[in-house]
């Protein structure tokens, strides 16, 4: 799969005090909102960017209620950009990959996505992104 890092993914309890955490120590707040999520779920997000990389924060993940256990704040999640998600979804999904989230296209104030969240072998949660148009 040729892909890049596009952000690392955290669940946090409270999204002002790690944004001020993480402007504290040199991060910069690129977007701040909330949105209607594909499932109907209002979803309260930030993204950040602290030394080229992108840190999104959220109080719930929209995998987490598939994961089958309670997933504590911190690291949840990488998310890699791709090319065409249609291809890499066959060939993961042909590998056996555990599927958490379904392909679903979502707008907000980052632009419009095509995704689907992905389970490892052992364990590891990342997302396949393919950007349909972007705002950062």
Do not use: C
């Amino acid at each position: 799969m040729e892909a890049s890092l596009w952000n690392i993914g955290m669940k946090v309890d409270d999204i002002d005090s790690e944004i001020s955490f993480w402007e504290e120590i040199g991060a910069k707040l690129v977007l701040r909102e909330k949105f209607t999520a594909p499932d109907g779920e209002e979803a309260d997000y930030a993204f950040l960017d602290f030394g080229g990389t992108r840190i999104f924060l959220t109080p719930k993940t929209v995998f987490e209620d598939k994961l089958g256990y309670q997933l504590m704040p911190g690291l949840t999640h990488a998310v890699f950009e791709v090319e065409d998600l249609d291809r890499e979804y066959e060939r993961l999904t042909g590998m056996g990959l555990e599927v958490l989230v379904d392909k679903v296209e979502i707008s907000a104030g980052f632009g419009s996505r095509r995704l689907a969240f992905f389970r490892s072998p052992n364990g590891m949660v990342f997302e396949v992104l393919q950007i349909l148009e972007g705002k950062i």
